[in-house]
Protein backbone atom coordinates (compact mmCIF):
# COMPACT_ATOMS: atom_id res chain seq x y z
CA UNK A 1 0.00 0.00 0.00
CA UNK A 2 1.30 3.64 -1.15
CA UNK A 3 0.13 7.16 -0.56
CA UNK A 4 0.44 9.90 -3.63
CA UNK A 5 -0.14 13.21 -2.87
CA UNK A 6 -1.76 14.90 -5.57
CA UNK A 7 -0.06 18.14 -6.88
CA UNK A 8 -0.25 20.32 -9.13
CA UNK A 9 1.94 18.11 -11.35
CA UNK A 10 0.59 14.97 -11.33
CA UNK A 11 -3.33 16.30 -11.37
CA UNK A 12 -3.62 16.18 -14.86
CA UNK A 13 -2.73 12.99 -14.96
CA UNK A 14 -4.42 11.44 -11.99
CA UNK A 15 -7.75 13.62 -12.11
CA UNK A 16 -9.14 11.45 -14.48
CA UNK A 17 -8.04 8.24 -11.51
CA UNK A 18 -10.03 9.59 -8.90
CA UNK A 19 -12.92 10.49 -11.21
CA UNK A 20 -13.41 7.13 -12.01
CA UNK A 21 -12.67 5.89 -8.56
CA UNK A 22 -15.75 7.94 -7.18
CA UNK A 23 -18.22 7.27 -10.15
CA UNK A 24 -17.14 3.27 -9.23
CA UNK A 25 -17.84 4.10 -5.26
CA UNK A 26 -20.53 6.12 -5.45
CA UNK A 27 -23.50 4.42 -7.33
CA UNK A 28 -26.62 5.68 -5.09
CA UNK A 29 -29.15 7.35 -8.00
CA UNK A 30 -30.62 10.89 -6.85
CA UNK A 31 -33.05 13.39 -8.88
CA UNK A 32 -29.61 14.61 -10.84
CA UNK A 33 -28.56 11.21 -11.83
CA UNK A 34 -26.22 9.40 -9.64
CA UNK A 35 -24.08 10.88 -6.28
CA UNK A 36 -20.60 10.99 -8.03
CA UNK A 37 -18.93 13.98 -8.51
CA UNK A 38 -17.03 14.02 -11.77
CA UNK A 39 -13.74 15.48 -12.59
CA UNK A 40 -14.80 18.90 -12.85
CA UNK A 41 -16.09 18.83 -9.07
CA UNK A 42 -13.40 16.54 -7.99
CA UNK A 43 -10.73 19.30 -9.23
CA UNK A 44 -12.75 22.59 -8.32
CA UNK A 45 -12.79 21.25 -4.90
CA UNK A 46 -9.07 20.73 -5.17
CA UNK A 47 -8.83 24.33 -6.29
CA UNK A 48 -9.89 26.05 -2.89
CA UNK A 49 -7.48 27.45 -0.63
CA UNK A 50 -6.50 24.16 1.95
CA UNK A 51 -7.68 21.51 -0.28
CA UNK A 52 -5.59 18.40 -0.58
CA UNK A 53 -6.08 14.98 -2.10
CA UNK A 54 -4.26 11.90 -1.39
CA UNK A 55 -4.21 9.11 -3.28
CA UNK A 56 -4.01 5.00 -2.34
CA UNK A 57 -2.51 2.64 -4.51
CA UNK A 58 -1.54 -1.27 -3.98
CA UNK A 59 2.16 -2.16 -3.67
CA UNK A 60 1.73 -2.19 -7.94
CA UNK A 61 0.60 0.87 -8.07
CA UNK A 62 -2.79 0.20 -8.98
CA UNK A 63 -4.92 3.09 -8.27
CA UNK A 64 -7.05 1.71 -5.05
CA UNK A 65 -8.91 4.65 -3.54
CA UNK A 66 -8.51 8.45 -2.80
CA UNK A 67 -9.46 11.19 -0.21
CA UNK A 68 -10.15 14.55 -0.61
CA UNK A 69 -9.82 17.34 2.20
CA UNK A 70 -9.48 20.62 3.46
CA UNK A 71 -6.92 21.91 6.48
CA UNK A 72 -6.61 25.34 7.72
CA UNK A 73 -4.02 26.25 10.65
CA UNK A 74 -5.06 28.27 13.61
CA UNK A 75 -5.35 32.13 13.42
CA UNK A 76 -5.41 34.80 16.11
CA UNK A 77 -9.19 33.89 16.63
CA UNK A 78 -9.77 30.42 15.69
CA UNK A 79 -8.37 26.65 15.98
CA UNK A 80 -7.05 25.14 12.80
CA UNK A 81 -9.54 22.45 11.62
CA UNK A 82 -9.91 19.87 8.97
CA UNK A 83 -12.82 18.20 6.81
CA UNK A 84 -12.66 14.90 4.92
CA UNK A 85 -14.48 16.15 1.97
CA UNK A 86 -15.16 12.57 -0.29
CA UNK A 87 -13.59 9.48 0.43
CA UNK A 88 -13.78 6.64 -1.97
CA UNK A 89 -12.07 2.71 -2.53
CA UNK A 90 -12.41 0.72 -5.62
CA UNK A 91 -15.59 -1.42 -4.92
CA UNK A 92 -13.48 -4.84 -5.63
CA UNK A 93 -11.09 -3.34 -2.98
CA UNK A 94 -13.06 -2.23 0.50
CA UNK A 95 -12.42 -3.64 3.35
CA UNK A 96 -8.67 -4.52 3.02
CA UNK A 97 -7.70 -1.35 4.89
CA UNK A 98 -7.29 1.73 2.43
CA UNK A 99 -10.22 3.62 3.52
CA UNK A 100 -8.34 3.51 7.36
CA UNK A 101 -5.32 4.74 5.46
CA UNK A 102 -6.28 7.29 3.36
CA UNK A 103 -7.76 9.12 6.81
CA UNK A 104 -5.29 8.28 8.47
CA UNK A 105 -3.10 9.99 5.45
CA UNK A 106 -5.78 13.04 5.37
CA UNK A 107 -5.03 13.03 9.28
CA UNK A 108 -1.57 13.75 9.14
CA UNK A 109 -2.27 15.96 6.30
CA UNK A 110 -4.16 18.57 8.88
CA UNK A 111 -1.82 18.18 11.19
CA UNK A 112 1.02 18.95 9.33
CA UNK A 113 -0.98 22.31 8.94
CA UNK A 114 -1.97 22.89 12.33
CA UNK A 115 -5.43 20.74 12.23
CA UNK A 116 -6.25 19.70 15.91
CA UNK A 117 -9.73 18.68 14.73
CA UNK A 118 -11.63 16.90 11.64
CA UNK A 119 -14.97 17.11 10.75
CA UNK A 120 -16.99 14.94 8.35
CA UNK A 121 -20.50 14.40 7.12
CA UNK A 122 -21.86 10.68 6.13
CA UNK A 123 -24.93 9.33 5.38
CA UNK A 124 -27.12 7.95 8.15
CA UNK A 125 -27.31 4.56 6.68
CA UNK A 126 -23.63 3.97 5.44
CA UNK A 127 -22.85 1.34 7.57
CA UNK A 128 -19.39 1.00 5.56
CA UNK A 129 -18.21 4.29 6.35
CA UNK A 130 -19.61 4.75 9.65
CA UNK A 131 -18.48 1.65 10.91
CA UNK A 132 -14.49 2.97 9.23
CA UNK A 133 -15.34 6.70 11.07
CA UNK A 134 -16.06 4.48 14.31
CA UNK A 135 -12.89 2.99 14.20
CA UNK A 136 -11.18 5.72 13.85
CA UNK A 137 -12.56 7.55 16.82
CA UNK A 138 -14.74 9.67 15.24
CA UNK A 139 -17.88 10.47 17.40
CA UNK A 140 -21.61 11.69 16.06
CA UNK A 141 -22.22 15.55 16.90
CA UNK A 142 -24.84 16.67 14.90
CA UNK A 143 -27.54 15.57 12.59
CA UNK A 144 -28.96 16.72 9.71
CA UNK A 145 -32.53 15.57 9.13
CA UNK A 146 -33.48 15.05 5.79
CA UNK A 147 -29.84 15.73 4.08
CA UNK A 148 -29.43 13.55 1.44
CA UNK A 149 -32.14 13.45 -1.80
CA UNK A 150 -32.35 10.21 -3.63
CA UNK A 151 -34.29 9.41 -6.09
CA UNK A 152 -37.01 7.14 -4.32
CA UNK A 153 -35.42 8.38 -0.20
CA UNK A 154 -34.43 11.14 2.00
CA UNK A 155 -31.44 9.95 4.60
CA UNK A 156 -30.11 12.18 7.39
CA UNK A 157 -26.45 13.30 7.68
CA UNK A 158 -24.40 12.78 11.02
CA UNK A 159 -21.50 14.79 11.25
CA UNK A 160 -18.83 13.25 13.14
CA UNK A 161 -15.72 15.48 14.91
CA UNK A 162 -12.30 13.65 16.07
CA UNK A 163 -9.42 15.84 17.73
CA UNK A 164 -6.52 14.53 15.05
C1 LIG B 1 -16.30 3.88 3.24
C2 LIG B 1 -15.10 3.32 2.47
C3 LIG B 1 -14.22 4.47 1.99
C4 LIG B 1 -14.30 2.40 3.43
O1 LIG B 1 -13.12 1.99 2.74
P1 LIG B 1 -12.47 0.54 2.99
O2 LIG B 1 -11.17 0.55 2.28
O3 LIG B 1 -13.42 -0.52 2.63
O4 LIG B 1 -12.28 0.56 4.57
P2 LIG B 1 -11.20 -0.27 5.42
O5 LIG B 1 -10.93 -1.57 4.73
O6 LIG B 1 -10.02 0.60 5.69
O7 LIG B 1 -12.02 -0.54 6.73
C5 LIG B 1 -11.75 0.14 7.94
C6 LIG B 1 -12.67 -0.37 9.02
O8 LIG B 1 -14.04 -0.13 8.67
C7 LIG B 1 -14.79 -1.34 8.74
N1 LIG B 1 -15.65 -1.53 7.58
C8 LIG B 1 -15.33 -1.26 6.29
N2 LIG B 1 -16.37 -1.62 5.50
C9 LIG B 1 -17.33 -2.13 6.32
C10 LIG B 1 -18.62 -2.67 6.10
N3 LIG B 1 -19.12 -2.80 4.86
N4 LIG B 1 -19.34 -3.08 7.19
C11 LIG B 1 -18.85 -2.98 8.43
N5 LIG B 1 -17.60 -2.47 8.69
C12 LIG B 1 -16.86 -2.05 7.65
C13 LIG B 1 -13.77 -2.45 8.65
O9 LIG B 1 -14.21 -3.54 9.43
C14 LIG B 1 -12.49 -1.90 9.16
O10 LIG B 1 -12.30 -2.14 10.50
P3 LIG B 1 -11.05 -3.07 10.94
O11 LIG B 1 -9.83 -2.39 10.39
O12 LIG B 1 -11.14 -3.05 12.41
O13 LIG B 1 -11.32 -4.39 10.31
C15 LIG B 1 -15.57 2.45 1.27
O14 LIG B 1 -16.50 1.50 1.74
C16 LIG B 1 -16.21 3.23 0.14
O15 LIG B 1 -15.54 3.75 -0.75
N6 LIG B 1 -17.56 3.31 0.15
C17 LIG B 1 -18.29 3.97 -0.94
C18 LIG B 1 -18.11 5.47 -0.89
C19 LIG B 1 -18.49 6.05 0.45
O16 LIG B 1 -19.49 5.69 1.04
N7 LIG B 1 -17.66 6.99 0.95
C20 LIG B 1 -17.85 7.61 2.24
C21 LIG B 1 -18.81 8.74 2.15
S1 LIG B 1 -18.94 9.57 3.72
Redesign the pocket.
Known amino acids: MKIIKITHENVEQLGDIMAELHRR??TIATPQGNESWGLESILSSLSQKGSFALLATSADDEPM?FVLGRAVGPTEKFDGEAE?L????D?T??????????VEGAATKAREVGANKMY????AD????G??YQ?LGFKNIARRVDYYVRKNEVVDALIMEKSI
Do not use: D, M, W
Not at 86 to 89: G, H
Not at 93 to 102: A, C, I, S, V
Not at 126 to 129: C, S, T, V
Open positions: AFGITIAVPNQNRGYGRLLLEVANIAASLK
